[in-house]
């Protein structure tokens, strides 16, 4: 059993910064590939972000440049620097592995970006 707390969220100004983590406890992360997610209300969750547990990344078109992923394997814990932050990634952030079965998701963290 892996739980995620996500936090680190908020509202903040367009071209602001944010920095989301991502905490796991029970069996942590594992060899798994984590990622961040996103979803705005009435919209598919998507992935925005990967790393690997060799810190090999990926990211979505609509966040490359601007947001960085990371991870501590040692604390079971992934980060998500975002910077030059638009309205359009207002929405609920989430961190899971990018497999199915996901880990059971948690409540993720709000992040508004708006003047």
């Known amino acids: 059993q892996v739980q995620l707390v996500e936090s680190g969220g908020g509202l903040v100004q367009p071209g602001g910064s944010l920095r989301l983590s991502c905490a796991a406890s029970g069996n942590g992360f594992g060899p798994y590939t984590m990622a961040w997610y996103r979803q705005v209300s009435g919209k598919q969750r998507e992935l925005i972000t990967s790393i690997s547990i060799k810190n090999h990344t990926y990211y979505a078109p609509s966040v490359k440049g601007r947001f960085a992923i990371s991870r501590d394997n040692a604390k079971n814990t992934m980060y998500l620097q975002m910077n030059s932050l638009k309205p359009e990634d207002t929405a609920v952030y989430y961190c899971?592995?990018?497999?199915?079965?996901?880990?059971?998701w948690g409540r993720g963290t709000h992040v508004t970006v708006s003047s």
């Open positions: 899971n592995r990018d497999i199915s079965p996901p880990f059971t």
